[in-house]
């Protein structure tokens, strides 16, 4: 692959997972999980929620070969 391709192919990614976190971040927000009151004008309560989604959006989207999962594994040491 290409440093092109692979650009193309990431932007393509990213933009449905903008789509997909920003629908589970809202899902979130309403489960009552959480209560906003408790939090202040701040990002504290946005990046918890983010952390939540962002795992269950990787979590969804972890469909790799055992090859792949091992090359994920090695990348996580960079």
Same mark, same amino acid.
């Not at 990213?14 to 959480?34: M, T």
């Not at 202040?40 to 090859?67: C, G, H, Q, R």
């Given at each position: 692959?290409?440093?092109?391709?692979? !650009? !193309? *192919? !990431?932007?393509?990614?990213? *933009? &449905?997972?903008? *789509?997909?976190?920003?629908?589970?971040?809202?899902? #979130?927000?309403?489960?009552?999980?959480? &209560?906003? &009151?408790?939090?202040?004008?701040?990002?504290?309560?946005?990046?918890?929620? #983010?952390?939540?989604?962002?795992?269950?959006?990787?979590?969804?989207?972890?469909?790799?070969? /055992?090859?792949? *999962?091992?090359?994920?594994?090695? #990348? /996580?040491?960079?």
């Amino acid at each position: 692959m290409t440093k092109k391709e692979f !650009t !193309t *192919k !990431t932007k393509e990614l990213i *933009k &449905d997972c903008k *789509k997909e976190i920003s629908k589970e971040s809202n899902r #979130l927000f309403e489960s009552g999980a959480i &209560d906003p &009151d408790d939090y202040k004008n701040d990002f504290v309560l946005p990046k918890i929620i #983010l952390t939540v989604a962002l795992e269950n959006w990787a979590n969804n989207y972890y469909m790799l070969s /055992k090859a792949a *999962k091992q090359e994920v594994k090695n #990348l /996580k040491y960079f």
